[in-house]
């Protein structure tokens, strides 16, 4: 199944059953076309699982370059090579009020957040802060709240939608235990400051090239530091990531 | 029933497909995905003496028909990879064969890898690579004739374990530099590494990799694979592994007619990580259809 | 409006978009099909002393993200070009630049092209072809330095007119290659040629090609193109022209930023006549959405 | 349109006014799809004009590697870049008699010869043999007659539909002043020796490898001769062909 939720923005349904009963919010599946088909894309691509449905998973594609616009092509029936769930997933750690920012398809691990079993038996308050540049790049609330359950408050940076500014001036720390976000790096920067100002936990899924997916290539490094003996060196977004805690990132 | 194996450096290998080194990583990480023990073999990172944290990212991305990559031979070191990796390689696999690529800027840096490993079980012998284009003096040994010559000499000085040399295809006459190896004592060689290579990101206006260029690997080189491998294998005696944008079957033998014993498969692992286990499927197939009983019989029958 | 318009070898090129020699024929041949005077200019199919046939068929084949060609630098020769070939140049051309790509096997030969079309009208300068690979001893001035610094000087002393070497990435080290162009008079360089390939029918058991092997061309060697005219272009003062596997704007752009002055089209033109008009429209548009006024303000812009 | 007409073998319709306006039996065009599209194919295939109605062209195409594979996958309104008509064309030079010698989809020329204004206006008998290795790989005759009118007297190797053996025992010169052939080279050139054998002006579309289709890479070469000097040297299918005499080729 393939939808239009938004300006090139599309949703994406794949059977795929083992993920399916596997994936957790923040993991993300590698999707390509297999190596004998050389053409465009090449290497697969990194996507978060967004939705679990039965035997299928859900994801939530914005056409960026080549890979994605192959991706969003993909027609019913149409195979493609999906591997995953890879990498770490966000934890909630004992969390009970979450608060989770997302900038553009950095919406989409936040989709799966809800139905999550540990988040289900756990019982924690979450809200949702979504942040779009314009009114058309917005998914669909109706969408949203159908996939995921999940009420979203929307910001646009030209108040086209929902309120008027950056996702991240809706940020209110008070009272939250945790949060959550994935979107373009300049909001993670941002969304990690005031965590860190104001004490509170925060857990960033964050994104890098990527060839393998696996750990293999190591070519999907990202600059860490060990928050324990404050060494800095490198990590693996796809295996050590790509959800980090923010004491690990050197940013 | 097809035989596959084809013996080389004086073993048996089940079949003649392995995975390439920088791909695989030390063989585990796969472990869970693909039955890694029915592969002819691995060739595991590059192992330096120190540990190496890598270059800064970007570090891969694709390109047309392939990708660049600059990892910077991030690698754990010759004394973690001895006590965390090689017991892994030695305990859970019987019958795919390891070579361990060896990567250093000097001499003495391989003799250190080689030295520190050569009583250890788990592996078959060494891959030097003396190719990697993404460290400073990184392709020295690969372009310089005196360089290799020393450095294959003093490394068949402290190992009797099968010693294969990884040339560079970014020099003017490959075939000189398999005759340095050959001369010096070397065991087979593989042809080839990466091709020097750089893409830019117009609206930033700065290279996309962040070690600025990196090698060029995948289906774009396989035809450069091919020649070098068949310039090499028409010229000496050792045996040859042949790489380079093996993506299936089909490519596999091209290599091999073309003279390569061997062959292993890089970069299409990171596009399906079932490309080696299909390649060795398709290899059996397609002798089958040719009524080619004994794959080995293939290697250099290339009608040129 | 964006001025696409560059000066090179003392003139000016009304864009920096040329067709690559070997894949636009004479000029002639793309006349009913594109508005061949648009574009920066064209260079020739090599022109050798006397007249040659060819290799034997098949010549190109596709490749992953290119193609391989052993075309063995078949051409009328140096007495029909100037006589059925120049003149229609001469009266077709009044914006488009047009260089003449020369071949030959000895001093003599190149010597011989140039000393018999230096007089003639119809064209701006030479492009020196030292590194076509098909032929026997084609790579040698390409690849020998001492070779290379007298063929340049050789020609220098017979010519005015703009003297371009067009490098082939088959060294070690092209910058070295560059320096000596540099040091013996040449005005310019163009980087790169094709890289030597094999291509085989595992039914058949032979080569595809003819000639065995062929010369590896399109966007799968555009990210080698890239790296080698960054490395001259960071190292001569030299204008450079930037070729291999430009198949659209974006493409020409990543080219200039690293340093290319000027960039052909080669393989990309089979693909699509329209690839070249469609490359200088899409420079523009590139520049006025990034704005930029002057083209010529982005060579070498590259942040690295 | 796309319609399969034998196995492997497809009839595709495109829409092309200029090509369609001038399209004669032998040439052909080149297909492809861009250059910045450089996945599989990468450069163009040559496919001989099979037929023109209106403004559209159709042609006949076998499935054999990636580029037919692709052509084949077409999907209506799609686009695709199409450069022709190309190359030389089946010349009648007053024959009354034509015999014309198909084998797979060498066929393809042939069915737009009964349409051609040339033909059509001299009024020549023309007799069509078409030769396929079994009866599954037969392009449908119902189909066939639609497409051209005509009527092909075909062969199969195994038997399977209507003669048994290979086309070239059909050859019967008797009383033909033309024949026309195209197909596999062993066949070409066993219609040639017939040919040659019996007197009878034969012209011949063959095949090479190609690139651009227009003359400029000098690619696709084929050993012939002069026929007046006796000079052999090579030329071009694309621009010299890739129709050609007998008489021209050095087999
Ligand atoms: C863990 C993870 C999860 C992701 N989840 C989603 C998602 O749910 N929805 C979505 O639309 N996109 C997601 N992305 C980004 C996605 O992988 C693609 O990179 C992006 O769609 C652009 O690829 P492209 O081929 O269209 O662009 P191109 O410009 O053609 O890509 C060229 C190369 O750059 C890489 N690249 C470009 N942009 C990025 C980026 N932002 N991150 C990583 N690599 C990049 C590509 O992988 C490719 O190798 C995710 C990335 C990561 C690492
Ligand atoms: C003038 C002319 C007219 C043709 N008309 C038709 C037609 O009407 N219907 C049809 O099905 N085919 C026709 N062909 C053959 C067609 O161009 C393709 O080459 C063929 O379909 C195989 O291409 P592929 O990409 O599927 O195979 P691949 O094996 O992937 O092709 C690889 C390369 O080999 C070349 N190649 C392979 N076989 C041939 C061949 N027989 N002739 C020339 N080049 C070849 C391809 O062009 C390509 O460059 C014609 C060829 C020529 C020269
Ligand atoms: C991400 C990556 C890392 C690599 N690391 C190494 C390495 O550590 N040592 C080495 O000898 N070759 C290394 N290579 C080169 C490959 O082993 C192989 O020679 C090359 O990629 C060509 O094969 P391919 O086209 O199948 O990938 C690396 C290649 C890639 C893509
Ligand atoms: C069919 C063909 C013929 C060529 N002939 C010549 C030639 O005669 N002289 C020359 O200097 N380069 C020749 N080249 C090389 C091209 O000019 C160009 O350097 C190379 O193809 C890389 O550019 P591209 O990727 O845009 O094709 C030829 C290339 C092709 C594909
Ligand atoms: S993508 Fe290969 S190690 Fe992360
Ligand atoms: S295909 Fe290029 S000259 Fe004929």
Redesign the interface.
């Known amino acids: 199944m393939r939808e239009r939720v938004a300006e090139e923005t599309y949703w994406l349904e794949l059977t795929a059953p083992e993920i399916a009963a596997q994936a957790a919010p923040g993991q993300f599946v590698m999707v390509g076309f297999g190596a004998s088909a050389w053409g465009i894309p090449f290497l697969p691509r990194p996507n978060s699982v967004a939705a679990v449905r039965g035997e299928h998973i859900g994801l939530l594609i914005r056409v960026y370059g080549a890979g994605s616009r192959r991706l969003t092509a993909l027609k019913p029936g149409e195979e493609a090579l999906v591997l995953g769930p890879l990498g770490t997933h966000f934890e909630l750690n004992g969390a009970r009020r979450i608060l989770c920012v997302a900038g553009g398809v950095g919406l989409a691990p936040f989709l799966l957040l809800p139905a999550w079993p540990p988040l289900v038996s756990c019982g924690a308050e979450v809200r949702l802060l979504y942040g779009e540049r314009q009114a058309a790049a917005v998914f669909d609330p109706g969408k949203l709240r159908e996939i995921s359950g999940l009420e979203a408050e929307i910001w646009t940076e030209d108040g086209s939608l929902g309120s008027h500014g950056r996702v991240t001036d809706g940020v209110d720390l008070n009272g939250v235990d945790l949060v959550l976000t994935c979107g373009p790096t300049p909001m993670l920067k941002a969304v990690r400051a005031l965590a860190v100002e104001a004490g509170v936990a925060c857990q960033l899924a964050v994104e890098e090239h990527m060839a393998c997916g696996v750990g293999t290539c190591i070519g999907c490094a990202i600059e860490t530091v060990d928050p324990e003996t404050g060494e800095a060196g490198y990590s693996l977004v796809c295996s050590d990531g790509p959800v980090f805690p923010a004491e690990r990132l050197r940013w | 029933m097809v035989d596959l194996s084809i013996q080389v450096f004086g073993v048996d290998f089940q079949n003649p497909v392995l995975l390439a080194s920088?791909?695989?990583?030390y063989g585990e990480?796969?472990a869970d995905?693909i039955p890694v023990d029915e592969l002819g073999g691995i060739v595991t990172?590059a192992v330096t003496p120190e540990p190496r944290?890598?270059?800064?990212?970007?570090?891969?991305?694709?390109?047309?028909?392939?990708?660049?990559?600059a990892?910077g031979l991030?690698n754990v070191g010759l004394a973690r990879f001895r006590r965390e990796k090689l017991p892994w390689l030695r305990d859970n696999l019987s019958k795919a064969r390891v070579l361990v690529n060896v990567a250093g800027w000097s001499v003495n840096d391989f003799v250190k890898v080689v030295a520190g490993l050569d009583d250890a079980d788990g592996f078959l012998g060494y891959e030097v690579n003396v190719s990697c284009p993404n460290v400073e003096g990184g392709?020295m040994f690969g372009?310089d004739e005196l360089s290799l010559a020393q450095l294959v000499r003093a490394l068949r000085a402290i190992t009797e374990r099968p010693l294969v040399v990884k040339l560079t295809p970014?020099?003017?006459?490959i075939g000189v530099f398999a005759d340095i190896c050959e001369e010096n004592g070397a065991d087979g060689l593989s042809t080839i590494n990466t091709?020097?290579?750089?893409?830019?990101d117009?609206?930033a206006?700065?290279?996309v990799i962040g070690n600025?260029?990196g090698g060029?690997s995948?289906?774009?080189?396989?035809?450069?694979g091919?020649?070098a491998t068949?310039k090499v294998a028409s010229r000496v005696k050792l045996p040859v592994i042949g790489i380079g944008?093996i993506?299936?079957a089909?490519d596999a033998?091209?290599y091999m007619?073309?003279g390569a014993s061997l062959v292993q498969i890089g970069?299409?692992?990171?596009?399906?990580?079932y490309?080696a286990p299909e390649t060795i499927k398709g290899l059996h197939d397609?002798c089958e259809r040719?009524g080619v009983a004994q794959l080995s019989e293939?290697v250099g029958?290339?009608?040129?």
Chains 1, 4 share one sequence.
């Open positions: 920088g791909t695989c990583g990480e796969y995905i990172k944290a890598g270059n800064p990212p970007t570090r891969v991305s694709e390109t047309p028909g392939g990708m660049i990559n990892i991030a392709t372009t970014n020099v003017a006459d091709f020097p290579g750089m893409v830019i117009i609206e206006r700065r290279p600025v260029t060029i995948g289906p774009a080189i396989r035809p450069m091919v020649f068949w944008g993506c299936n089909r033998m091209e007619l073309a970069t299409a692992m990171f596009v399906d990580p490309t397609i040719q293939l029958a290339l009608e040129a």
